[in-house]
Structure formats: structure tokens, C-alpha cells
């Protein structure tokens, strides 16, 4: 049996250079010895093979045959040109830029190096002084490629099963979202996706209309801003002691300063539509934090910690 | 040699063999320096690849010839292009143009959005995918200080000691991870202005490195002063928490906040029979713990170890201290 690199290098020359389909019999006869002589042996190791080859983006075609002497019979090839990247030149500045731009940000990425050699460069180091560290899944590619496509992405988040029509990816400090819109809500929202749960399904292309996703500031990554369910937005008064009180003052904007308190302490206006994210932010400054209002979220984080003081 | 996979081999092949077709000769070194393999790997997948071709596999094979330390490569005839990109190459690479150009100092006419112009047929680069790389506003002044090597003095928050601390600092790197954005420094004596030798991690030969978290420097000034950086590699950002010297805890939480915790490093996560699970995190502080564990909640437990267990009590009731005067609701009642 041959090395199956060696399989599989003739398979996709045989497919990339064949003038009509083959089907898998032509396919083990002229590919002779290469593949098993029992039926469902060759049949398990092409289907490996096709497996393999499509998983790192060979794009295999098939057919089935509708009539003549072999009628319901599949058959392949492979499309040079979606096998192929098209030519383009870059001069040494650009392929130079593109080398930095790729260390900076993608420092480290086998997939990123993979896309260089194939654009004609190759991977350089470097510290650039910012960057971002980016966590990157197949979720994010398959969220894209539904964008392109304008089909409907339906996923679980939060423990409920959401429908939306996707028009734009944001990465924005060092996470991933898609914003898009909720048919079920109506409304426009944003979802981070590493909080997707299990796999996402695309529907069918061109589902609805594409939106241009201007004005990002309109999408907001604040979790205390992003609603599992169909929270209303609120603004809670939350006591700030010092050395925090700067801080937060910065962090919400001085507009947001509702009084200043001789020692030092700030009562902010804080905006929130997710009551668990805000519970998480005030818990974060520990006993520099005291909510005020309202009173049913002074109310929740108290018989919250009592739960957990109590509960032992 | 070790076992390479087949998906990786193919993947390296489609994309070597293009290379080699456009050159007549190439030194194996540097196509094993080019392609990151050994010489014996390049050798074994062009001896390979050399016997591959067209059935009947006597007259249309791969035309390559390895003589010494020389590729030669004869009438270029099959995988005379490389294969497009990934879908998961693309994204990488569009992030990567995304991200760069809005950095400081990309203007008009700059190499990297003439290389976005060339690249917008083939990457399908549109408006879709949006790079936002601005962080707080002080992540400018602090990315000027890194490129002017400049030294600044920092008024910082510190979680740890639950204390406002003053450091002098030169700033190294300015990054973003999983929602916060961080300062990557060296400590400097301010009596000698050189830099505090810190325990430089032996393993990596890396830097001796500080970490500020960008939303608890409450002032930054910056000295006019500066310092040539020291010498040798910068850690990589979002990897500091797999020191292993840190110490490591067991929790045990309700699957619904698995969320919560899927975004720090896991050195292990395992799924009890009726669902919860055990995850071993490692330990940043034990103010990290607290908070983390408040905000988990109920749903969430300490196995160990023994040290740790009392501290989400501990604290939630440090809280609560500040609500005396308010009692927990009676829920039995119905009360809202």
C-alpha cells in the first residue's frame, strides 16, 4: 500500500488534471494499488482521503450521474479555478508590510504562516509594540463565511436557542462578536462568540438583505450592556469609595458623577440591561462598591451574598 | 524524525511544490529555513513527491530532482499554483491587515493598504469584519512610551495588596486579552534608573516582566527619561497565567457557568455523571479567587485546596457588611 501522502498528492493531480468527472472505480484503476481491492475498504479509504483533502480546503467536486450506462453514480473533480489562488503581485515594501502585519497580530499562528507561504511571503518575527491577542475558532470562520453567504445563523446562547441574520464580526478587546438581527427580538444585538454554545447552523444563502455595519459604537461589547433575555435597559446608583472612585469616574465619564462625597467616594449613573453582568461588576470591587438603586438590585446582591454566606 | 501529520504534510506540499516550479535550482537548507522543516523532512517530501504525478506514472511525473544540497526542478507542469486560502487563513489574514492598519502611523499610500487593495479580490475583503483596536485612551499614551522607550511612573491599583502602588516603569508591550487591556513593563529602580532583575523565566529565556491591567493605572506620567530595552525575547501576551508556579484550585460548578470560567487557561476540566464539572484553574491571586467565586455563586464549590475553602464566604460577607442595615429578603412570603 503506497504512503498515503503519496495517495493523496496523486489523487489531487489526477482530479486537478482529469478531463471528465471520474468515478472512485477509474478513480482505483488508474491511481492502481493505491487504494484497497475490497469494495468497502476503498470505499472507507477515499472517503478518508476526500475527508482529509477537503478538511485543509481542496474543494472536490462531485456529480451524479443522471442517465446513460451508469445512471445514480458519483462522480469527481476538482474545479481548478476554485483550487487555485489567482496570481497578484506584491513589491518587496508590500509583501514586507503584510510580513509585519501578520507578526504583529498573528505572531505564532501555524494558519496565519500557511496563508503567507501561500501569498508568496513568509513569516517574520517581531514585538510590535500593541497587539491584540485574538482567540480564533472555526465558530468565527463559519460565522463569516454565513455573512458572505446572507444566510441565518441559529446557535444556543445563554440557555436559550437564538435565530439571527448576521452582518457583521467585531473583535474588539481581544474578544470575538457577531452583531446582527435577533428575529425573534426584532431588534438589533450583539453576541459574543465564545459564549456560543455548541456548534452554530447556517441556514439557507441569501435569506435576507445585507446591512452595512456602520457606526460600531452602536454595538456594544460592555457584557453589563449585552442582555441574555429581554431585559430593559436601567441605570443603577452605585457608591464608589477612593482610590477606585477615579477609576470608575474615567471608566463611565465624569457626565456620569451624579454626587462627590467629602471623603472622597462617588455616587455614578451606571447603564446596564443585564443584571447578572452588573452583579459581577459591582462584586468585583469588593467593599469599595455599594449599589443604591434600585432597590431590586440592592435587594438581589443582598440575598445573593447572604446565599452564599448562609448556605455553607 | 518524528511523525508529521498527512493533513499537515499535504498542506506544506500544496503550497512548496508552487514555489519550487517558478525556480530552476533552490538549496535544500532554504527551502527547509523557508517552509520551517528539518532538511530531512524537506528531502523525504520531495523524494516523495518526486514520485508522484500523472498515472501511468511513467511519463507525467512531479518534476523534481535532488542532487546534494540542490533542488532542481525540471519543466514545471502540475501544482503550478497554490492552493487558495482557508476559509480560517483568510480571516487570519484580513485580521491581521484589519488590525495593523489602524494602528498609529499607517497614513494614505502606506504598503499595508496597497497590499488591502491587492488582497480585496481574492479575500472577499469587505465591511463585514471590523477591527477595533483603540482600547482606552490611555493605551496611546502608554504605546508612545513603548516606541520612545521612554520610562513612566504609574499610580496603580493593585488587586493584590488591595492598596494603591507606585511604580516606575518602562513600558515593553500594549496588548488586549479577553476583555481588558494590559500593560507588558519592566520594573525600573527609580534611585539608578535600571531595571529591577526580576526572576527572568530560565525556561524561555525570556524578560522579567511586570503586568498592569490598563483600567487600574490611576495616573501615568511619563519622565522624559529613557532606557535602552533590555535585551532578549518579550514573554508572549495571554500565556502569563500557565506559569506553573502559580498554584492551582479545584472547583466544582453547575454546567450553566461554564461560561464564565471557559475564558481563563484550564489545566483540566472533567464532567461528573450528573453533569456538574470539575475544572483546575490556575490561581492569579487570592483576591482573583474571591471575586471569581462570588460571582460563580452558588452553583460553585472549592474541592480544594483546604486553604482556599472559606474564601467566597469570607468575602461575600465582607460585602454584605456594607448592606447592615438592609436584612435579606423573606422570599416565602411572596415579597418581591
Known amino acids: 500500500m503506497a504512503d498515503r501522502v503519496e495517495r493523496l498528492t496523486n489523487l489531487v493531480a489526477l482530479l486537478l488534471e482529469t478531463r471528465e468527472p471520474l468515478s472512485l472505480r477509474q478513480i482505483a484503476a488508474e491511481l492502481e494499488g493505491m487504494y484497497p481491492e475490497g469494495e468497502s475498504a476503498r470505499r472507507g479509504a477515499f472517503e478518508r482521503d476526500k475527508a482529509l483533502l477537503r478538511d485543509i480546503g481542496v474543494p472536490i467536486e462531485t456529480e451524479i450521474v443522471q442517465g446513460g450506462s451508469d445512471p445514480g453514480q458519483t462522480r469527481y473533480w476538482i474545479d481548478r479555478k476554485r483550487y487555485e489562488l489567482e496570481s497578484f503581485d506584491l513589491d518587496d515594501e508590500e509583501r514586507r508590510a503584510l510580513q509585519v502585519a501578520v507578526a504583529a497580530i498573528r505572531q505564532r499562528s501555524v494558519i496565519a504562516q500557511q496563508a503567507l507561504w501561500k501569498l508568496g511571503a513568509e513569516a517574520v518575527a517581531s514585538a510590535a509594540p500593541t497587539t491584540v491577542v485574538i482567540p480564533f475558532s472555526t465558530v468565527v470562520a463559519d460565522l463569516r463565511e454565513a455573512i458572505e453567504r446572507r444566510a441565518v445563523v441559529t446557535f444556543g446562547y445563554g440557555g436559550a436557542t437564538r435565530r439571527v441574520e448576521p452582518f457583521g464580526l467585531l473583535l474588539r478587546n481581544g474578544f470575538w462578536y457577531v452583531v446582527g438581527h435577533d428575529l425573534d427580538r426584532q431588534d438589533r444585538r450583539t453576541f459574543r462568540i465564545d459564549r456560543v454554545e455548541g456548534a452554530v447552523e447556517i441556514g439557507e444563502a441569501g435569506a435576507f438583505e445585507r446591512q452595512p455595519v456602520v457606526r460600531t459604537e452602536l454595538f456594544p461589547t460592555d457584557p453589563k450592556l449585552i442582555a441574555d433575555a429581554d431585559e430593559v435597559m436601567r441605570t443603577a446608583l452605585v457608591r464608589i469609595s477612593p482610590p477606585r472612585a477615579t477609576l470608575v469616574e474615567r471608566q463611565v465619564g465624569a457626565d456620569r458623577v451624579r454626587r462627590r462625597e467629602p471623603d472622597g467616594s462617588i455616587v455614578v449613573a451606571v447603564d446596564y440591561r443585564n443584571p447578572t453582568a452588573m452583579r459581577s461588576w459591582v462584586i468585583d470591587f469588593g467593599v469599595d462598591a455599594e449599589i443604591l438603586e434600585p432597590e431590586d438590585l440592592r435587594r438581589d446582591l443582598i440575598d445573593w451574598l447572604s446565599g452564599m454566606v448562609r448556605g455553607r | ?336
Not at chain 2, 211 to 229: K, S
Not at chain 2, 262 to 287: E, H, K, N, Y
Not at chain 2, 312 to 320: K, P, V, Y
Open chain 2, 1 to 336: 524524525m518524528s511523525r508529521r501529520r498527512a493533513d499537515e504534510r499535504m498542506s506544506r506540499l500544496l503550497v512548496m511544490l508552487p514555489w519550487l516550479m517558478g525556480r530552476e535550482v533552490v538549496p535544500i537548507d532554504e527551502v527547509a529555513r523557508r517552509f520551517d522543516l528539518s532538511r530531512e523532512e524537506v528531502v523525504a517530501d520531495l523524494e516523495l513527491a518526486a514520485m508522484c504525478g500523472l498515472p501511468p506514472f511513467v511519463d507525467e511525473l512531479i518534476d523534481i530532482f535532488i542532487d546534494d544540497d540542490e533542488v532542481h526542478i525540471g519543466v514545471p507542469r502540475l501544482f503550478t499554483r497554490p492552493l487558495r486560502l482557508t476559509p480560517l487563513e483568510t480571516l487570519e489574514v484580513l485580521v491581521a491587515i484589519r488590525a495593523a492598519s489602524g494602528l498609529p502611523g499607517v497614513e494614505p499610500g502606506d504598503p499595508l493598504l496597497r497590499v488591502a487593495d491587492k488582497l480585496s479580490t481574492l479575500l472577499d475583503v469587505d465591511d463585514a469584519v471590523i477591527v477595533d483596536l483603540d482600547g482606552p485612551e490611555m493605551a496611546v499614551d502608554l504605546r508612545s512610551a513603548v516606541e520612545a522607550a521612554e520610562l513612566i511612573e504609574l499610580s496603580y491599583w493593585s488587586q493584590r495588596r488591595e492598596a494603591l502602588i507606585e511604580r516606575l516603569v518602562l513600558p515593553r508591550r500594549v496588548f488586549a486579552d479577553r476583555g481588558f487591556w494590559y500593560l507588558m513593563a519592566v520594573e525600573v529602580d527609580p534611585l539608578s534608573d535600571t531595571p529591577v532583575s526580576g526572576p527572568a523565566d530560565t525556561a524561555t529565556g525570556t524578560t522579567a516582566v511586570e503586568y498592569f491591567r490598563v483600567d487600574r493605572i490611576v495616573d501615568l506620567r511619563p519622565t522624559g527619561r529613557h532606557l535602552d530595552p533590555p535585551a532578549g525575547p518579550l514573554p508572549e501576551p495571554g500565556r502569563w497565567f500557565e506559569s506553573e508556579e502559580l498554584p492551582r484550585v479545584t472547583v466544582r460548578i453547575d454546567p450553566t457557568l461554564r461560561w464564565m470560567i471557559d475564558q481563563f487557561p484550564v489545566d483540566s476540566l472533567t464532567t461528573l455523571d450528573d453533569g456538574r464539572l470539575d475544572i483546575v484553574l490556575a490561581v492569579a491571586s487570592r483576591q482573583w479567587l474571591e471575586r471569581l467565586m462570588v460571582r460563580l455563586g452558588p452553583g460553585a464549590e472549592i474541592l480544594g485546596p483546604a486553604e482556599y475553602a472559606e474564601v467566597a464566604d469570607r468575602f461575600a460577607a465582607s460585602i454584605l457588611a456594607r448592606y447592615a442595615d438592609d436584612r435579606p429578603s423573606d422570599r416565602s412570603n411572596g415579597a418581591p
